[in-house]
């Protein structure tokens, strides 16, 4: 989920809206996106794990820009996303190395000011489910 789940694709909120509903929570096993907000979208040129064009990772330049204007990384953006949902139970997140466990932690508790979550919350969004086009492979 995280911004990308957020500013690009809110397709799950009336998922979420009927799991608050029933009592049930939500595990975020997702925060970066797949990675491309934890490395970046110059390295990592996938989104929920699907290798995408540089149309669908528009979005996620759009956030990494307004996250250098204020001096935010994506990663500490997209992770406290997820820790500030009350619909959000839990997040998981996996790290690639262990230097990325004290990366994660510290990204918990930087700093993002209200107005980076007002700007964040005013841009453009997709409401188009992005497992729609999951291509999976067996094995």
Known sequence: ??????????SAQSIFASARQ???TIFNAAPYAGGVFAKG???VKRITYQVVDDAALAPVKRIEAVCAENNVAP????????LRQAFVGSTIVGVSKPERVRQTLGWSYD????DLWRTLEDLPFDTVD?????????G
Request: positive net charge; aromatic residues 6%; hydrophobic residues 40%.
């Open 1 to 10: 989920m995280g911004p990308a789940g957020h500013a690009v694709s809110r």
């Open 22 to 24: 029933k009592g049930n």
């Open 41 to 43: 979208s110059d390295k």
């Open 75 to 82: 990663g500490a953006l997209a992770l406290q996303f997820s």
């Open 111 to 114: 700093a993002v000011s209200s």
């Open 130 to 138: 992005p497992e729609a086009e999951r291509v999976y492979v067996p």
